[in-house]
């Protein structure tokens, strides 16, 4: 019985503060009052608005016994007196209360800036009150919330609920009433009162799916739910935390379901900028913007061995993650509202607008090198050690302008994966970055602000290219006696800068833009050689680059008219880009080919000056990738004029209608005009039906038309030399390839939303059918041509598409107390099939041959699903995320072997036979990942996990065959096993 004295003596303390505590409340009950209720009886009495944190506010009581006054002024005075607190009045009656320190002023601001952003919205328009609106502000389980903030849109006027969750609004009509709801940690949400005066309004917890966003509707009324078309909102430090991923890419590779990126390896440029698709469409028909405005490409072009073959994408990961406040993703065609690129959806990107908080990250990483497989060459068991500094700081500028900066430091070794004899070094490259970006509004009255957000990012990167073996004519005994592995590196400088104007003026939002970005890539060759100039060679070499410039100035205009039915937006704008692309030469050892004599050779040379070996004409420039030669140059320009319009309809509570168009006219290729139809109809309040059809277009590249460039490419292990040609240029005509057309497509999509308590659902199924796509062909015979290539290759519109698919996301979030878990599923089954190849009178084998067509297809898997288990609280949190990447054929090098029917030796004895063994299968995988943090402080926490945490690997080895050279071909679950992180990060 002694044992449980301890235990009998701490309840018995228990019993006598908790009754003290009580009578302390009754006897104190009757001089103080929670000020949220007192301010919440304020707001209705002088019909004022506050907002606040209410974590700032919950504990704090008043002694209104003294408070004799009904002036307002003395008792906003008295209020500030009695807490400490700031009461700043914003005018219209319109207060914020927040206290000095950084935690309270980091809230306040984030009030502010959501009443401001909404506020932005709406026409101020000040009328009297007839009538007067009642509700209740609940959470998912039925729990009032108090002091959440009503806003009445279309006004300043506003309320907040009591302790009990109700609210009385003052209004001048209850017709076609639109209110918008918000409460800190819950999503907002606006709501159409729908002539009702008594309401019961759910909030739900944290959920990006209600948040109002940029991208797919003008309609700043309009939440991700209510749209007519499937928008994603991924809150980009959440995802990370979830991911445990550090790049852009591979972030929504692992959120978004019909997203891919897939890193390369022994692809030249494109191992430095990763390629992405959207619905397993090509990597430059997703349109990117940046806080709505269009941000430019690359100005690379991907060409061997790479998904995304002859396109040019946007490269993601020049945005530095620790920018971004959240992502915005379209998963629908929107060129008729967006232009040209837009056929697959539209990915904007929101940057960080937060004050008075720095956030810092260290992150660090590396990968487990035991790829389960036999592996001739060295490794220390691990490699791809990963390392990420990142500073986020924001400060206010007047009293509701903002600036805030972020900058980044991202380095990663090179990895080393088994590969082929003719490719000793095969992995993913190395990089280090460096970038720096900033957003900021400057308030120039109260309807009006101006505007600017950009950045610079500079970027190292560093691959290997395939082997040169010591025997070859393309090495140098006495420079490398057993043969290189030449490194491709390049300097990439990728910076952008936008500027413009918004106001209010009569009701419309206007909006004027101007933005200029530029890509610079510049290739250096080093560990390499020229072997015609024999031990003479330099081992590095400056190869040249290629630059992409776009400006962009725009003009949008949009008004919601709410007593027009239940309410129209219209916007309509302008826009007019001027792009410019240039390749530049490198040094004239890069590119060219010296005879015996030490001079460049050209077609006076004669043979017997070659420099030769063992019968081989050495081949010219550097060794791994050859440089721009001056007639590789190029310095193009075009332009394009827009005109837009993008309307929608409520036509009453239920069922919405809308209708775009929009007409361009480039100065090269001519002129275009799309249109979208979209409608939604909602079912209940809990389930919503959309659908979409539409018209697409992209317009082809100025890199697809004027690239050139001779360069050796790999068939198997034999090294040819090839030409790529201009489109434009004669020896294209000459074979019937006539001028790059714009790519059409037609979309359609059809979908459901659907809410039931604290499960929610979007499934979305999709049709894209893309006519004239245009592609790199294969190689063409040249040895007639008299240009000292073996191959010839150009870009043409050569393949139609058609893609089916279907995007499911499910999520289950349950809260309990300060617990709170989540689930969600999300998957994509997509097939796309070609209708046609347009290979005129050409071969369709070398036009677009079986290996091509294989490659287009992997390039859009046939499906990908990922289930997430999250729980947290106020200290924890945890994640596991399981993958599933499905089954890619792809066809390697063999295909080309000729067919020896007559020797019974012979691998080959027909086509067929020669078609399997060609054929590499990699079967469906599953990766799991798994990351944990703690808040060691307020201030800091600590995170660690492990992606791919069973170190799971492609398919068991092909061949030595494949494109990349390696065991394995790039395919969309990666090739490098399990990568080990943690991270620190800290906020004050």
Known sequence: MYSFRPLKIILFFILIITYSLKLNAQNTSSQHTKLTLFLSKLSNQYQVFFTYDADLLSNIDINTTQLKSTDLQVIVDYLRDQTNLHFDNLGNNYYVIYNDSEQGKASLETAKKRLNQTIATISNSNTSSQ??????????????????????????????TN????????????????????????????????????LTIILDPGESLNEIQIVGSRNANRSALDTTSAVDIIELEEATNKTGQIEINQILQFVIPSFNATKQSGADGADHIVPATLRGLGPDQTLILINGKRRHQSSLINLYGTRGRGNSGTDLNAIPASAIKKIEVLRDGASAQYGSDAIAGVI??????????????????FNNANTKEDFAHPTSGIDGNTLKVSGNYGMKIAKSGFLNLTTEYLSKDKTLRPGADFREKYGEAGLNEYSLFLNTEIPINKNSIFYTFG???????????????????????????????PLITAKIKDNSISSGFKT????????????????????????????????????????????????????DFTKFYKDIFNGINIAFGTEYRIENYKIFAGEPGSYAAYDVNGNIVNQNTPSSDLVMLNGFVRARGSQGFPGYSPENQVDQT??????????????????????A?????????GNTFNYKLSSRYKASNSFNMRSSFSTGFRAPSLAQVYYNLKFTNFIGSEPSESLLEQSNSPITRGFGIGELIEEKAINGSLGFTAKINNFKATVDGYYVHIKDRIILTGNFDASNLNANVNDVQFFANGVNTSTLGLDIILTWRKIIQNNSFLVTFAGNINSMTIDKINNRLLDEETFFGKRDQYFLIASAPKNKFNLSFNYSNKKFDSNLSITSFSKVTLIDWQIYEPVVAEDPDSEYLNEADRLRKATDVYNSKLTTDINIGYALTKKMSLRFGINNLFNIYPTAQQSDWTDSGGYWDSVQMGTNGSFFFTNISYKF
């Open 348 to 365: 904007n990107i929101v940057l960080k607008d937060e004050i008075d908080t720095f956030n810092g990250s260290v992150t660090y990483g």
């Open 638 to 659: 075009r332009s394009n004029l827009a005109l837009y319009i993008d309307t929608e309809f409520d036509f009453n509570s239920k069922f919405m209608f809308g209708i």
């Open 455 to 485: 950045g610079y990012s500079y970027r190292e990167s560093e691959s290997y290219a395939f082997t040169r073996p010591a025997d070859s004519p393309r090495n140098v005994i006495d420079i490398y006696p057993n043969g290189f592995n």
């Open 163 to 198: 302790i009990n969750g109700n609210f009385t609004l003052p209004v001048s009509s209850l017709n076609k009433l639109f209110i918008t709801v918000s409460y800190i940690g819950y999503a907002t949400k606006i709501i159409d009162t729908q002539n009702k005066n008594d």
């Open 504 to 555: 209010k003026f009569n009701g419309w939002n206007i909006d004027i833009n101007n933005t200029f970005g530029r890509n610079n890539f510049h290739y250096f060759i080093k560990e390499t050689l020229n072997a015609t100039l024999l031990s003479n060679s330099p081992t590095s070499f400056d190869a040249g680059g290629h630059i992409l410039n776009q400006n962009t100035t725009s003009a």
């Open 661 to 669: 168009g929009r007409y361009e006219k480039y100065s090269d290729f």
């Open 131 to 160: 009538f007067i609106l009642k509700g209740k502000v609940l959470d998912a389980f039925n729990n009032p919330l108090p002091e959440a903030n009503i806003i009445e849109n279309g006004s300043i006027n506003g309320a907040t």
